[in-house]
């Protein structure tokens, strides 16, 4: 019996021109190049030049998209960001994205899950492409992070970077079989006991400030590889898809070591991990669709390849997605 999917047309990314590099970091506050290397995997990262909001990120990501999807704006009908640094309070920054687009029908809103945007994004706009409501989507993840920084916290600064990454999916009929092209399952959590162990000290109701973000790093990196597993363990049961059946594991680019030991104990071969939190760094929701944007580039993700995405961030939010490209 057919079923409605949500199938990937393409994808894109943007990332600033500016480079930060471990070396400018350690010139600034007390850390090096090796110290961050090694607790991370992270060597630079883009930083957004002064002005460069995330709604320019956001939308040169999402032209890239359209572009490879070869498909034209007027065609998208809805579009969601995800974002925890919005250009303003309100309206939703990916209302100035639509009308940038020249698109004027249809509808457009932000979500906010911090890391785990993407991940909450793409299920949110597959479950609105399965009811029929809407037919063409575009899923962006955009943060401009450099702006929620303390530059004197080492502990902090030194991972996050700046970005954007976009994907345009269709609802599509599919034969309903394993071989389906599409999102496949999607699966979402969050736990807000752990609310204080990474958030930012500032907000609309509470400081009337944008604050600056605060992490107990290492309460985090415990929470992470357990959380990642379980919930990819479920996108398994619910398919029938084992490790190795995957051919691309895409997962949020917080820190090489989180994404090595949630591989590792998922029994995930180490050459089918997409990787680019070296160059990156974290950019929170633009990390997955930014690595996607790399390995569909570079020929690694090609039509029919079963694909796993994953993140985990502040809240705590986590979630996972299995998607045949
Ligand atoms: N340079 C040098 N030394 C540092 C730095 C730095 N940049 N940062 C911390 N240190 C020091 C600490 O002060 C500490 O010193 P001490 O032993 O004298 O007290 C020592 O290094 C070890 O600190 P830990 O925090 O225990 O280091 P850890 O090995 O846990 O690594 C890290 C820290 C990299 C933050 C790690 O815990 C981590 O990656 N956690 C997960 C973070 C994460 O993924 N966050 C994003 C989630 S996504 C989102 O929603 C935004």
Request: charged share 20%.
């Amino acid at each position: 019996m057919s079923v409605t999917r949500s199938v990937v047309l393409g994808s894109g990314s943007y990332l600033p021109k500016r480079v930060l590099t471990n070396a400018e970091l350690a010139a600034q506050v007390a850390t090096s190049d090796e110290w961050i290397v090694q607790r991370t995997g992270i060597r630079q990262r883009h930083i957004a030049a002064d002005g460069e909001l995330t709604m320019d990120m956001g939308l040169a990501a999402a032209k890239a998209a359209l572009d490879h999807a070869g498909i034209d704006a007027q065609s998208i009908d809805l579009i969601v960001l995800a974002t925890s640094t919005p250009d303003n309070t309100f309206p939703a920054t990916a209302v100035s994205i639509q009308a940038a687009l020249g698109i004027h029908h249809g509808a457009a809103f932000d979500l906010q899950a911090v890391c785990s945007g993407f991940v909450f994004g793409l299920a949110t706009v597959d479950g609105m492409l399965r009811t029929g409501g809407f037919k063409r989507a575009l899923v962006i993840g955009a943060e401009a992070f450099s702006r929620i920084l303390d530059w004197n916290d080492r502990t902090t600064c030194v991972l996050f970077g700046d970005g954007a990454g976009a994907l345009v999916l269709e609802a599509q009929q599919q034969p309903g079989t394993r071989e389906d092209r599409g999102i496949l399952t999607s699966h979402l959590r969050s736990d807000g006991r752990h609310k204080s162990k990474l958030y930012v000290d500032g907000g609309v109701s509470s400081t009337g400030t944008v604050g600056h973000l605060r992490m107990e790093g290492r309460e985090v990196f415990k929470f992470a590889v357990a959380a990642i597993t379980d919930v990819i363990e479920d996108a398994f049961r619910a398919t029938g898809y084992t490790a190795q059946d995957i051919d691309w594991f895409v997962p949020h680019q917080a820190n090489k070591r989180i994404i090595d030991g949630a591989a590792h104990k998922l029994g995930i071969a180490p050459e089918k991990v997409v990787s680019t939190v070296d160059l990156h760094g974290n950019t929170s929701a633009a990390s997955i669709p930014l690595a996607i944007s790399v390995a569909v580039q570079d020929g690694r993700i090609k039509r029919g390849d079963l694909v796993l995405l994953e993140a985990m961030g502040g809240g705590f939010t986590w979630g996972a997605a299995l998607v045949r490209w």
